[in-house]
């Protein structure tokens, strides 16, 4: 029951495979932000993230899954949020339910150890006893290595947090052929490279900032115009062909469009929304 609503309780676990650290949380709904934030929190729980974490074949996750995991198209938003972290996202294959033993069995013993005869007045709370359930397991001797878990975390070889995702300030944007992307009713240039990709956007005060796995790739003037664009020359030096009467492209003329070049100036407070 929530805001005087029955509401479908939804439980997101994660298991490192070593040291066998559990981390569990329970959620209203199923969406791709949701399932963001649980990994972010188990992160902040456990110290640190693996290079690799296997997935079932999940929507928020993949989008299409084919047989091989390299033609597979994953969730823009997580993929991007796996790339600003720079682990590896790995699918189980289809009809392989082995693959992930120890998740289901992990999910059978919150249900036989944690969930019967809980009781809990409201999401936070049940949150709450949750995150006291895993340091009380992690704390215990695992029943298949013999050993404690958070003892063997300190061997696990997690990456260390030194940014911070924050998805409620990030909007993710895909890189037109014309190296442009939209924002606000109006199209801003990105390097040409970026093409075809997914990029993340930040707006703050008067400037457009635009990343790629983490990386600053662009910072714009924001215009307050409508479908204006404004674009930076420098984003298109790869594209300059010239004709064969040898007349440059004329895109990087006309200085009411051609945008300032990337300066070394102090973007710590922009950087600030991504760490």
Not at 10 to 29: K, N, P, Q, W
Request: proline content about 3%; aromatic content about 10%; some cysteine.
């Amino acid at each position: 029951m929530e805001g005087g609503k029955l509401k479908k309780l939804y439980c997101f676990l994660f298991i490192l495979g070593y040291s066998r650290a559990r981390y569990i949380e329970f959620v209203t709904d199923m969406s791709t932000n949701t399932l963001i934030r649980c990994h972010a929190n188990a992160f902040r729980y456990l110290g640190g993230y693996p290079e690799e974490i296997l997935y079932d074949n999940m929507k928020q996750v993949v989008i299409k899954r084919l047989l091989k995991q390299e033609d597979s198209t994953l969730n823009r938003q997580f993929e991007d949020f796996a790339g600003f972290y720079g682990f590896k996202p790995v699918l189980c294959r289809p009809y392989r339910g082995q693959t992930k033993g120890k998740v289901e069995r992990t999910v059978q013993f919150v249900r036989d150890n944690f969930m019967i005869g809980i009781k809990y007045s409201s999401l936070d709370n049940l949150n709450g006893q949750a995150l006291a359930w895993c340091s009380k397991v992690n704390g215990k001797v695992h029943a298949t290595t013999n050993e404690i878990p958070f003892e063997r975390l300190k061997e696990e070889g997690l990456n260390p947090l030194k940014r911070k995702y924050i998805i409620d300030k990030i909007n993710l944007r895909r890189v037109q052929k014309d190296c442009l992307i939209s924002h606000g009713g109006n199209q801003y240039s990105v390097p040409s490279e970026y093409a075809g990709k997914d990029v993340a956007v930040v707006a703050l005060d008067n400037l457009l900032a635009v990343y790629h796995e983490g990386k600053q790739i662009a910072l714009h003037r924001i215009s307050y115009q409508k479908k204006d664009m404004v674009v930076n020359a420098h984003h298109y030096r790869r594209l300059t062909v010239k004709q064969s009467f040898d007349i440059e492209n004329t895109l990087l003329d006309g200085d009411n469009v051609i945008d300032f070049p990337i300066q070394p100036h102090d973007l710590s407070r922009y950087d600030e929304v991504l760490l």
